[in-house]
T-cell receptor, first 112, second 110 residues
Framework: EADIYQTPRYLVIGTGKKITLECSQTMGHDKMYWYQQDPGMELHLIHYSYGVNSTEKGDLSSESTVSRIRTEHFPLTLESARPSHTSQYLC???????????FGPGTRLTVT | KQEVTQIPAALSVPEGENLVLNCSFTDSAIYNLQWFRQDPGKGLTSLLLIQSSQREQTSGRLNASLDKSSGRSTLYIAASQPGDSATYLCAVDSSYKLIFGSGTRLLVRP
């Protein structure tokens, strides 16, 4: 059973606010990922990390930033939220042996 | 560039029917292929993972096959139930990053 957590689950904020979406996992996985999914659309990789102090941008350009100071924690930050950032954000980590990815429950973000 | 396509986009079947969901990918150089289930507004649940060296995997009523050379995978669901209603996503791992298809929305009618 995968143990990966995301908070908050739902967030409604005004334009211009700074927000941080939290993601943590208790499995000791080195590889972690952030995906963005608009309603009814495909998931797109926006950030990934192969370990502490490692972060890379994904295939979809994003104005968000990430950090990886601890293995278990991979937060995503938006410095100034805009309505175009309204989406669902999904965090995942992968098993080092099989590379199977496990997903958190997601954060549904609405920027008004 | 790897592209993943899923057919059909939506499927509605009566309870008890066996069904097949299709996934195709353009670049056969993959590490593995994963099938997920997503319920509305929720995260993804991993159903089956097939490594590139494997041909199929089974879990309960689910069976997934992989034909790397033709760039295809199928997810077979036996004796479908209303609780199987969800969106099913196929994803290929070709550089330790997953590329997703757009999914098949399945509705199993009681």
């Amino acid at each position: 059973e995968a143990d990966i957590y995301q908070t908050p689950r739902y967030l409604v904020i005004g334009t211009g606010k700074k927000i941080t979406l939290e993601c943590s996992q208790t499995m000791g996985h080195d590889k972690m990922y952030w995906y963005q999914q608009d309603p009814g659309m495909e998931l797109h990789l926006i950030h990934y990390s192969y370990g502490v102090n490692s972060t890379e941008k994904g295939d979809l350009s994003s104005e968000s930033t990430v950090s990886r100071i601890r293995t278990e924690h991979f937060p995503l930050t938006l410095e100034s939220a805009r309505p175009s950032h309204t989406s669902q954000y999904l965090c995942a980590s992968s098993d080092p042996g099989s590379n199977e990815q496990y997903f958190g429950p997601g954060t549904r973000l609405t920027v008004t | 560039k790897q592209e993943v396509t899923q057919i059909p986009a939506a499927l509605s079947v009566p309870e008890g029917e066996n069904l097949v969901l299709n996934c195709s990918f353009t670049d056969s150089a993959i590490y593995n292929l994963q099938w997920f289930r997503q319920d509305p507004g929720k995260g993804l649940t991993s159903l089956l993972l097939i490594q590139s060296s494997q041909r199929e995997q089974t879990s309960g009523r689910l069976n997934a096959s992989l034909d790397k050379s033709s760039g295809r995978s199928t997810l077979y669901i036996a004796a479908s139930q209303p609780g199987d209603s969800a969106t099913y996503l196929c994803a290929v791992d070709s550089s330790y990053k997953l590329i997703f298809g757009s999914g098949t929305r399945l509705l199993v009618r009681p």
